[in-house]
Structures are given as C-alpha cells and as structure tokens.
C-alpha cells in the first residue's frame, strides 16, 4: 500500500457525479453523506471529483498511517493549503518552506504543554463562571449561538490576551467573515461577496493587532498568553508583523470554531442519552479532579460527530494503493466520520457508547490511528489537549450547576464555517440544580 507507482493501472472507481461539477454540490451540504454511500459501494479506496479537482478518499487506520507517515512526501501539505493564504499569509501548513513550516508548527505546539495549559485552564473557568452567573435561576438558551460567542470569549482571553479580550465584540464578527471567506475549491479570488467580506475582515484584524503587537515588543514576557509567545520568538519576530498576525489569526480560527463546534455536539449527544448523562452528573457530584466519564463522553461525541468532514493532503508524488494509481496533481482524502464507524474497529459503531473508550476496553487503541478527530502524525491538532480540556470546563461547570431538559432529536448539521456543527435553532432549557 502506497508505493510509487510502476505502471499505468487503473485509477480509483470514481463516485458518480455531475458534468464538471462531479459530487461537489452534494459535497458541499453533507461531507459524511457523500463518503458513507461511496464506502458502502465501492470499500476503502474510491475516487470523488469535486469541481475541477479529482481526489482519492482512504477509509480506514491501516490507510491513515500511510496518509501520516507521507506527509512532506509523497502528500504535500503546503499546495493544499493554498486556499488559507488570503485569511492568514504564508504561515503554519500554508508555509511553502519546509523548514519554516515545520518550525511554525512546533512552536505552536509548544505553547500548549506543561505549565502554560494549566494557566490557560484557569483562564477557561473564570470566562465559563461568569457566563454561568448571568443565566439566573432558569431559561432557555440557544446552542450554537451561546456556545460559539463564549468559545470566542474563552480563545480571546488565553490566546490573544486582554487587549483583544476587550474588544472581542468588535473581534469576533470579523473572525466569523473570515472563516465565511474559506474555499476549498473554486479560486480564491474570484469577485464573489464572500471574498470581499474576508478580505476587509482580514485587514480590519491586522489593524487591530498591529498596535498590540508593538507594545508588546516593549515589553517582552509580560504576559502569559499565545500572543506573548509569538511576540518573545526570535525568529518568528525576524519575519515581521505579517508572519506573526497571520499565526495568531490562524491559531485562533482554528481553536475557536472547532472547539466550538466538538463541545455543543457533545452536549447534544449528552442530552440525547440521558442515562449516562446521568451517570457523567453523579460524577461531578463526587467533586473529584478528574471526571472520565465526562473525557469519555467528549471522545465519543469526536468520534460519531467529528467536526472535520475530512482531512486533505495533495499528491506530490504518484503511487499506488491497493492495485489503483493516484495520480500526481489529485487531493489524497481521509473521512474521521466514516473511518470512526467502522465494526472491526468499535463494536456496534453507530449506537452510543462512551464507555468504549474506559481503560478496559479502549477501542480506539486496537489499531493506531483508528480515532482521528485531531488528525495524526506531525501536523495533529497542537491543541488537542486545549480544545478537551476547554470543552470538559465547558460542560463540567454547566451540569454541576443546572438540570438540563433532554433533547428530542438531533438538531440538523451546518457546514457554513468549513467545520460540521449543530445548526440552529436548537434550543438548551435549564433550571438550577
């Protein structure tokens, strides 16, 4: 599996679609859909054209480690990620030097580890103690549009410190028009609203950083946040303004709207299996430091709703896989939905079992890379442990405090903000404990 390609062999079945545009309109309103329904017919390598580009799709851990282990290889990183260089520059996965890439992404990574994230969960609880004062002694919230501004909240404090902190108001609009700029296929400039949005978004936010970015040179390591961290590097400081803003930006987007996204499916899935949300409550109750069952719960909610519809790498090199070429020049794809439900992997994969991941029976480690909500390999999600440490603060304090009334059916997704969401309205009823 993956080897160079020897001859001319036939590509992937590819999945039945329109002329020229392929299965990109479908595509578009339902990821999962598209790529469940291809896997059942053709199995773990099939072909998707979406617009103008052709793509194979590699469904299960034994293709992941292939996909991870390629990377900066035969998949190449940076001529996919073309498409973010209008939102954030040439910076982070977008960085067409190797080197440089490779050093944006380890010192992100960098600062979300040891004391740093402690700080940064302090942070998270204080922001989530005072939206939990104002709800009063009962109500009706709605998900999407309580959880994404308090996530906004939560990012602004520990990521971009207290000068954004102040203006998140202004802050998050802007963030939401960038994030509404983001194209996978066509152009990215083309003369289309969206873009024009993005692009004023983008240079509102650097005029907003700018000043920060100075007074913070003016004083190196007086703060504790992300920003800090970028400011006080040396050699991300000889790259210049740009380099720098785009990183915080694109840290920011990426942690927010994900976040975001994983802790209100979450919630949903919890509301829906009342039972062991009961059994998740018991467990707060207790006042222990650690809550597994609440971890568990969030992994499960990673692994039926993940809030990547896929992940993409673009073929630098041809190869083969299991007998079909991929040709250079095609998208290389994975799907987390779909490999997340695969029965020689999780028993029972479409029922709700967070319990699958207790240390007993640990599903997810039979095989490496069964579980690939963060990704995997060198560019796995540097925040996986800010993003779960952010959702279970999140949903510890608000079920400590209130009785939450149990949902009668999953809400509709919405794909709008490039990530898998609950739409809404879907409305949270509450009452003090």
Same mark, same amino acid.
């Given at each position: 599996?993956?080897?160079?390609?020897?001859?001319?062999?036939?590509?992937?079945?590819?999945?039945?679609?329109?002329?020229?545009?392929?299965?990109?309109?479908?595509?578009?309103?339902?990821?999962?859909?598209?790529?469940?329904?291809?896997?059942?017919?053709?199995?773990?390598?099939?072909?998707?054209?979406?617009?103008?580009?052709?793509?194979?799709?590699?469904?299960?851990?034994?293709?992941?480690?292939?996909?991870?282990?390629?990377?900066?290889?035969?998949?190449?990183?940076?001529?996919?990620?073309?498409?973010?260089?209008?939102?954030?520059?040439?910076?982070?996965?977008?960085?067409?030097?190797?080197?440089?890439?490779? #050093?944006?992404?380890?010192?992100?990574?960098?600062?979300?580890?040891?004391?740093?994230?402690?700080?940064?969960?302090?942070?998270?609880?204080?922001?989530?103690?005072?939206?939990?004062?104002?709800?009063?002694?009962?109500?009706?919230?709605?998900?999407?549009?309580?959880?994404?501004?308090?996530?906004?909240?939560?990012?602004?404090?520990?990521?971009?410190?207290?000068?954004?902190?102040?203006?998140?108001?202004?802050?998050?609009?802007?963030?939401?028009?960038?994030?509404?700029?983001?194209?996978?296929?066509?152009?990215?400039?083309?003369?289309?609203?969206?873009?024009?949005?993005?692009?004023?978004?983008?240079?509102?936010?650097?005029?907003?950083?700018?000043?920060?970015?100075?007074?913070?040179?003016?004083?190196?390591?007086?703060?504790?946040?992300?920003?800090?961290?970028?400011?006080?590097?040396?050699?991300? #400081?000889?790259?210049?303004?740009?380099?720098?803003?785009?990183?915080?930006?694109?840290?920011?987007?990426?942690?927010?709207?994900?976040?975001?996204?994983?802790?209100?499916?979450?919630?949903?899935?919890?509301?829906?299996?009342?039972?062991?949300?009961?059994?998740?409550?018991?467990?707060?109750?207790?006042?222990?430091?650690?809550?597994?069952?609440?971890?568990?719960?969030?992994?499960?909610?990673?692994?039926?709703?993940?809030?990547?519809?896929?992940?993409?790498?673009?073929?630098?090199?041809?190869?083969?896989?299991?007998?079909?070429?991929?040709?250079?020049?095609?998208?290389?794809?994975?799907?987390?939905?779909?490999?997340?439900?695969?029965?020689?992997?999780?028993?029972?994969?479409?029922?709700?079992?967070?319990?699958?991941?207790?240390?007993?029976?640990?599903?997810?480690?039979?095989?490496?890379?069964?579980?690939?909500?963060?990704?995997?390999?060198?560019?796995?999600?540097?925040?996986?442990?800010?993003?779960?440490?952010?959702?279970?603060?999140?949903?510890?304090?608000?079920?400590?405090?209130?009785?939450?009334?149990?949902?009668?059916?999953?809400?509709?997704?919405?794909?709008?903000?490039?990530?898998?969401?609950?739409?809404?309205?879907?409305?949270? #009823?509450?009452?003090?404990?």
């Amino acid at each position: 599996m993956g080897a160079p390609a020897t001859g001319r062999r036939s590509t992937p079945p590819m999945v039945k679609g329109l002329p020229l545009l392929g299965s990109l309109i479908e595509w578009r309103r339902d990821h999962f859909a598209v790529f469940m329904r291809a896997y059942e017919r053709y199995g773990p390598v099939f072909g998707i054209q979406l617009g103008p580009q052709k793509g194979v799709v590699l469904i299960g851990p034994e293709y992941h480690d292939f996909y991870f282990k390629e990377v900066d290889r035969t998949l190449s990183v940076p001529d996919l990620y073309k498409f973010v260089v209008p939102m954030f520059g040439d910076v982070m996965l977008a960085a067409q030097d190797f080197e440089r890439r490779r #050093r944006h992404v380890s010192l992100l990574q960098s600062a979300f580890q040891g004391g740093r994230l402690t700080h940064y969960t302090g942070v998270m609880a204080e922001e989530v103690e005072t939206w939990l004062d104002g709800l009063g002694e009962h109500g009706e919230f709605d998900l999407w549009d309580t959880f994404e501004p308090l996530v906004m909240r939560i990012a602004a404090s520990t990521l971009m410190g207290p000068e954004i902190r102040a203006r998140v108001d202004e802050f998050r609009p802007l963030l939401v028009d960038l994030a509404r700029g983001m194209e996978f296929i066509l152009p990215p400039n083309l003369p289309l609203p969206k873009f024009f949005r993005r692009d004023r978004a983008r240079r509102l936010l650097t005029e907003m950083l700018r000043p920060v970015l100075a007074t913070r040179r003016r004083d190196p390591g007086g703060h504790t946040d992300f920003l800090q961290t970028l400011v006080d590097d040396g050699d991300l #400081r000889a790259e210049g303004d740009e380099v720098q803003i785009g990183m915080a930006l694109c840290t920011i987007f990426t942690g927010y709207i994900t976040t975001a996204a994983q802790a209100a499916w979450t919630l949903v899935q919890l509301l829906r299996n009342p039972g062991y949300l009961g059994t998740v409550v018991r467990e707060l109750d207790e006042g222990v430091a650690r809550v597994p069952r609440l971890d568990w719960a969030f992994k499960e909610s990673l692994r039926l709703r993940p809030v990547m519809g896929h992940y993409a790498r673009m073929t630098a090199i041809e190869y083969e896989v299991d007998g079909y070429r991929v040709p250079k020049g095609w998208m290389t794809m994975l799907c987390p939905g779909v490999a997340h439900r695969l029965p020689e992997i999780f028993d029972e994969p479409d029922r709700y079992d967070p319990e699958r991941f207790a240390p007993d029976r640990a599903e997810d480690k039979r095989r490496p890379h069964a579980l690939i909500g963060f990704s995997g390999g060198f560019y796995r999600c540097p925040g996986q442990a800010f993003g779960t440490a952010e959702v279970t603060t999140i949903l510890g304090a608000l079920l400590s405090r209130y009785e939450l009334t149990p949902l009668d059916a999953d809400p509709p997704s919405d794909f709008d903000l490039g990530v898998t969401r609950p739409g809404s309205p879907c409305a949270i #009823r509450y009452r003090r404990r």
